[in-house]
């Protein structure tokens, strides 16, 4: 059974309803800066009390006449971690009414950090570039976590107030009014959500109740305690986190960081209990709501039906075409990498949407992953590029500072015309080259040496030389902002223009029939190349990927019929040597493919 928590302002009434679980303790008080109320105790635990307190009231919660403590479903901590609470109004004058949402399978998402996106840094900064979005064709952003952090500089996922939006970023209203805004446009937005840990600093959940187990740990922190006791109050904790996010908000997705480490034995899994729960208000409010899990499991669990013993997300990120892309591009073969590099693994996580499906894996010293054909390719969210693959190299190097610029138009045909879900990192449309590095902004110089010092210790599986930026330092994080001058520089202007020409393609008949059966593979592993195959009644596209960095002679294996081509990523309109790819072609004709190139053919 759900039950609301936190400072819940009515307006009917003008009173708000103040609700905490703290299942241990003797006495729970709300304070203010004027005056003390008692709370009652009632069922599970749950403290509450119906004040004729206003939005914009502050206030604390004093534990057993001694401690005191921010709300733990804090909607709103105008002054940080540490501080008073505020009274949230989620009255909003909305004008998305008609707004029904998008579901995954038409979803080109961007991947975007509210801090680092504009020189604002704010949701404000994020408004200012929607045309951006829709010039490149852009139909989804998902915004980095945006759960109040300590300071004002931090990726999101030290977040300790999973309800409050982040006072530095526009705080509730300025996400309304870019939600609202988005929508007006025909733009979705997802926001990331920390379900596996809470962040260090300003973590006071424990003076209220067990949220956390000893029975199992993370990497990042304690382990959330979902499958203990007094689990079932933790569960509805952050269920309903979810469900205000897109009740409030009117938020049309939620990425789930590191599901696997999400820990759950019980006989429903708290992701399943999760997406019923989602899909429920998905019908009673008449629009998508998209649930997507992060894991490094290859787990079909997590986009398999109820009826399949599943946990019923829509979709997940699927790393393995990351890995092979990035591996075959680079020939990193250090730390996961090792696992990658061959043009095989890119064609089974064509075919598959992962490439291990239950293979030995030399990283990880086991085997790896679990079968996927049954899957849409819907399911699988794939990209060259995001805030881990990036942010976690020690420089924080973009793609454009590891390969030419020839290879980076390869690997953005490569998966932006895959059947599955493409997601772009922001900055990569136009081959944007200053860094995106770890950053925080915490208060705590003991916690502060225990981030450096875990930074240095992440890198140890990696070859990578020179001295990791100083997390802490302002200059780190005022590197990683997008500079967006892209179209003074001819590189950058084409290659936005040459994303925005892959995205449009995506429309193309034979694209939006995303069917794997409808598509078929051909490899050369000596020269990396990738041929693939997409068919749907009776139309047909023919796709050549080079990764090598010489020309090939090939000879298409294609049907009988006219074949003229659509792209070729040498031509010099996209800043090119030159397309020496004829305009039209036929079955027993030999062409050449440039180093490091994409070719595309439609039969009619």
Not at 25 to 47: C, F, I, N, R, S
Not at 114 to 132: A, M, P, Y
Not at 363 to 381: C, D, T
Not at 389 to 408: A, D, I, K, W
Request: aromatic share 12%.
């Amino acid at each position: 059974m759900r039950r609301n928590i936190g400072a819940v302002y009515e307006a009917q009434s003008e009173n708000t309803e103040f609700t905490v679980w703290a299942p241990l303790v003797q006495q729970v008080a709300l304070v203010t800066d004027k005056e003390t109320y008692p709370l009652q105790k009632g069922d599970m635990g749950y403290w509450a009390a119906n004040i004729a307190l206003p939005p914009g009231t502050k206030y604390q919660y004093e534990i057993n006449g001694k401690l005191r403590r921010p709300d733990p479903a804090s909607r709103y901590q105008p002054d940080g971690v540490h501080e008073w609470s505020s009274v949230v109004n989620h009255t909003f004058a909305w004008t998305d009414k008609a707004w029904k949402g998008i579901p995954l399978e038409q979803m080109i998402i961007y991947e975007l950090h509210v801090g680092t996106f504009s020189s604002k840094g704010t949701f404000e900064g994020v408004i200012q570039r929607l045309d951006h979005f829709k010039k490149l064709g852009i139909n989804a952003i998902e915004l980095m976590p945006l759960a109040q952090f300590p300071g004002g500089r931090n990726w999101g996922y030290d977040g300790v107030y999973p309800f409050a939006v982040q006072h530095t970023y526009g705080g509730p209203d300025g996400l309304k009014q870019l939600v609202d805004a988005c929508h007006a446009m025909g733009i979705a937005v997802l926001v990331d959500v920390v379900y596996n840990h809470l962040g260090p600093e300003g973590n006071y959940l424990n003076d209220f109740g067990p949220y956390f187990t000893d029975k199992y740990h993370t990497p990042w922190g304690k382990s959330l305690n979902f499958d203990g006791p007094y689990s079932d109050e933790v569960r509805n904790f952050f269920i309903e986190n979810a469900i205000g996010w897109f009740r409030d908000y009117h938020i049309d997705g939620l990425r789930l960081d590191a599901v696997h480490a999400i820990v759950d034995i019980g006989a429903t899994h708290f992701l399943k209990e999760l997406a019923k729960e989602i899909k429920s208000l998905s019908f009673a409010l008449g629009r998508e709501m998209v649930l997507i899990a992060e894991s490094d499991l290859n787990d079909v669990r997590h986009t398999a039906t109820f009826e399949e013993n599943g946990y019923g997300f829509d979709g997940q990120w699927a790393d393995d075409m990351h890995h092979a892309l990035h591996a075959l591009a680079t020939g990193e073969d250090s730390g996961y990498y090792m696992d990658y590099g061959g043009i095989e693994h890119l064609e089974l996580a064509y075919q598959h949407g992962f490439t291990y499906t239950g293979q030995y894996s030399k990283f990880r010293n086991k085997q790896y992953g679990s079968e996927v054909r049954h899957l849409p390719a819907k399911n699988f969210v794939v990209c060259i590029q995001n805030h881990d693959q990036t942010g976690n190299r020690m420089l924080g190097e973009r793609l454009s500072q590891l390969v030419s610029f020839e290879m980076l138009k390869a690997l953005a045909a490569a998966y932006i015309l895959s059947p599955f879900t493409p997601m772009l990192f922001m900055g990569e449309e136009y081959a944007e080259n200053s860094p995106f590095l770890y950053f925080v902004s915490h208060g705590d110089e003991n916690l502060i040496k225990a981030v450096r010092k875990g930074r240095k210790e992440e890198f140890k599986e990696f070859k990578w030389a020179g001295e990791a930026p100083d997390p802490q330092a302002i200059s780190t994080f005022e590197q990683s902002k997008l500079q967006w001058d892209f179209e003074n520089d001819p590189n950058k202007a084409a290659m936005f223009k040459f994303y925005r020409q892959l995205i449009k393609l995506r429309q193309h008949p034979v694209m939006r029939d995303r069917q794997r059966k409808h598509l078929t593979t051909d490899s050369n592993e000596a020269n990396k190349l990738l041929f693939v195959t997409r068919k749907t009644k009776g139309r047909a596209l023919w796709m050549a990927l080079n990764f090598s960095n010489g020309e090939v002679q090939v000879e298409p294996k294609i049907s009988k019929g006219r074949w003229t081509l659509l792209l070729d990523s040498a031509d010099k309109k996209w800043q090119g040597k030159g397309s020496t790819a004829p305009k039209q072609l036929k079955k027993g004709l030999t062409i050449t493919v440039s180093p490091e190139s994409v070719l595309i053919y439609e039969k009619d």
